[in-house]
């Protein structure tokens, strides 16, 4: 059984770089047809894609997100990464890795971790 965890910074300042880990357990994020996907829900909002990252190590960013968002992975510790630049309260969320089986269809969820952006 896959399971997806988030960690990272819950406190980020404005103008800095937000920075999450998705450690994946149970399966490989190299392993065919599966997506590594990131996605978070603003207060009161519904929820936005917002990038990931395919089995053969292809990344790809929301085009409302493109300019501020990377996104990669690591094969040898079983991970994928977000970095979010130049961050402001409107950034505040809670964000959630994911597994994305094919045509943006999420399957599996981490729990998913606050992330305040605050002076």
């Known amino acids: 059984q896959v399971q997806l965890q988030e960690s990272g910074p819950g406190l980020v300042k404005p103008s800095q770089t937000l920075s999450l880990t998705c450690t994946v357990s149970?399966?490989?994020?190299?392993?065919?047809?599966?997506?590594w996907v990131w996605i978070r829900q603003p207060p009161g909002k519904g929820l936005e894609w917002m990038g990931g990252?395919?089995?053969?190590?292809?990344?790809y960013a929301w085009p409302s997100l493109q300019s501020r968002t990377s996104i990669s992975r690591d094969t040898s510790k079983n991970q994928f990464t977000l970095q979010l630049s130049s961050v402001t309260p409107e950034d505040t969320a809670v964000y959630y890795c994911?597994?994305?089986?094919?045509?943006?269809?999420?399957?599996?969820w981490g729990q998913g971790t606050q992330v305040t952006v605050s002076s």
């Open positions: 994911a597994r994305d089986s094919g045509n943006y269809f999420v399957d599996t």
């Open positions: 149970g399966g490989s994020i190299a392993t065919s047809p599966y997506h």
């Open positions: 990252v395919g089995y053969r190590g292809n990344t």
